[in-house]
């Protein structure tokens, strides 16, 4: 779909999955990411052996249960900020979107 072309070079990492968890699609972002060993994708495999038990227990109850996750992590050098939420087809949840943007250790606040 051309409309949604713009994601595939968008400056956050995003990675799609299914209710089961397998990968069914990810951004350039996100794969540049996740290259592991020559991988240049994840898509078709479980994202569930890519995270801690506790991580993968998490993910599997956001996916049951419609619920939102919503964190920062410091990785070599650089912050980020993790959401992740299910995403939805004719009204049920389909399966999770993650979405990892890269932010400046010291940012502004502003209440509105």
Same mark, same amino acid.
């Given at each position: 779909?051309?409309?949604?072309?713009?994601?595939?070079?968008?400056?956050?990492?995003?990675?799609?999955?299914?209710?089961?968890?397998?990968?069914?699609?990810? $951004?350039?972002?996100?794969?540049? %990411?996740?290259? &592991?060993? /020559?991988? !240049?994708?994840? #898509?078709? =495999? @479980?994202?569930?052996?890519?995270?801690?038990?506790?991580?993968?227990?998490?993910?599997?109850?956001?996916?049951?249960? $419609?619920?939102?996750?919503?964190? %920062?992590?410091? &990785?070599? /050098?650089? !912050?980020?900020? #993790?959401? =992740? @939420?299910?995403?939805?087809?004719?009204?049920?949840?389909?399966?999770?979107?993650?979405?990892?943007?890269?932010?400046?250790?010291?940012?502004?606040?502003?209440?509105?």
């Amino acid at each position: 779909m051309k409309e949604f072309e713009w994601v595939k070079n968008f400056t956050a990492a995003i990675t799609v999955c299914d209710q089961d968890g397998i990968v069914i699609y990810m $951004n350039e972002k996100a794969c540049k %990411t996740f290259d &592991k060993a /020559g991988e !240049k994708s994840m #898509i078709g =495999q @479980s994202l569930f052996p890519c995270h801690k038990p506790e991580s993968a227990e998490k993910i599997k109850y956001m996916l049951e249960n $419609n619920t939102t996750n919503n964190y %920062t992590i410091e &990785k070599n /050098g650089i !912050k980020k900020h #993790i959401y =992740q @939420s299910p995403w939805y087809r004719e009204g049920k949840v389909a399966g999770m979107v993650e979405i990892s943007m890269e932010i400046p250790f010291e940012m502004p606040n502003y209440k509105r």
